[in-house]
């Protein structure tokens, strides 16, 4: 049973994933270009999640809405 840092890094982790997933399915083999994503709410104050999608998704540009201005 996970707990505590286990338990935020899963769901962290779960989180990034279906995320890459979507844009992958639904706008990049659609050969759509895509080359940032804005993160607003609470994944914006989230570092981890950034940190974790710019690894997964390495050709796209992630920025919190505060960055973009």
Known sequence: KLKGNDL???????????IAQAYERFILAEGKPLKTVYLCGGG??????????????????????????
Do not use: S
């Open 44 to 69: 914006a104050k989230n570092d981890t999640l950034k940190v974790w999608l710019e690894d997964r998704l390495p050709e796209i540009q992630i920025r919190t809405i505060e960055e973009h201005g």
């Open 8 to 18: 935020a890094a899963t769901a962290t982790a779960y989180t990034v994933e279906t």
